[in-house]
C-alpha cells in the first residue's frame, strides 16, 4: 500500500510555472507507476502524464505535450509535475494516482487528496 500527498498548487499567472509534487509513502513506491490528472469543476477527471515505475515511460496526452513534464526522484519517494506556460484552462485540482500506467483513472489503486492550481488570465 502506499500514501500520496500532493503540494505545490497556488495561484499563478497565464504564462508562469509551477512544480508539483507527488510525496509518497511506504516502501513499493518503485513498484508503482505515478500518474498526474486534474480536474475542473463541472468537468471529468482528466490524464495529464504518467511515468512507470522504472521511470523508462512516460506518458502524456498530445494536449499536454511540450508543456508539462513527469519525473521521479526514488530518493524522495517523489514525482514531479513541471508545468510551463501555464493557461486558464489549466486551472483545476491536480491529483496524483499510484498504480499501472495508463490514461484512465481506473487504473489506479492509490490517490492523492489534490492540490488546487488556479491559473489567472
Known amino acids: 500500500q502506499v500514501q500520496l500527498v500532493e503540494s505545490g498548487g497556488g495561484l499563478v499567472q497565464a504564462g508562469d510555472s509551477l512544480r508539483l509534487s507527488c510525496a509518497a509513502s511506504g516502501r513499493a513506491f518503485s513498484t508503482y507507476a505515478i500518474a498526474w490528472f486534474r480536474q475542473a469543476p463541472g468537468k471529468e477527471r482528466e490524464f495529464v502524464a504518467g511515468i512507470s515505475r522504472l521511470s523508462t515511460t512516460t506518458y502524456y496526452p498530445d494536449s499536454m505535450k511540450g508543456r508539462f513534464t513527469i519525473s521521479r526522484e526514488y530518493a524522495k519517494n517523489t514525482v514531479y509535475l513541471q508545468m510551463n506556460s501555464l493557461r486558464p484552462e489549466d486551472t483545476a485540482v491536480y491529483y496524483c494516482?499510484?498504480?499501472?500506467?495508463?490514461?484512465?483513472?481506473?487504473?489506479?489503486?492509490?490517490w492523492g487528496q489534490g492540490t488546487q492550481v488556479t491559473v489567472s488570465s
Open positions: 494516482a499510484a498504480g499501472v500506467l495508463s490514461a484512465g483513472a481506473s487504473s489506479y489503486n492509490y
